[in-house]
């Protein structure tokens, strides 16, 4: 596994303790969400009470062709730009409403 992915991981456990708002007594199983096909590199930045994580994927790190993204139901669905070449999905809430940035 490599390092990238590995932080990815150690991020998604870290944001569900805290968005628990409580330490977590239980036992956490880190799980790889993958990437959409060609892309090269994920992050989850959120995850909700109803196991809906949002994050972002690009290329190759560095490139300017970020794209926010919704890990549910175990698919990953690209959630697109505003008619940039940029989005980033940063939070979700309860209802699967998420906030983000778009860059035109």
Known sequence: ???LMS???VLIILVATLAAG???SKQLTAVNLGTLPGRRFS?????SNRGQIVG??????????????LWEDGRII???TLGGGRSFAEAINERGQIVGDSRT
């Open 56 to 69: 972002s994927g690009t290329f190759n790190a560095g490139e300017e062709d970020d794209h926010a993204l």
């Open 78 to 80: 690209d959630l697109g």
């Open 22 to 24: 409580r330490p977590v």
């Open 7 to 9: 932080k990815a991981m």
């Open 43 to 47: 992050i989850a930045k959120d995850i």
């Open 1 to 3: 596994m490599n390092r």
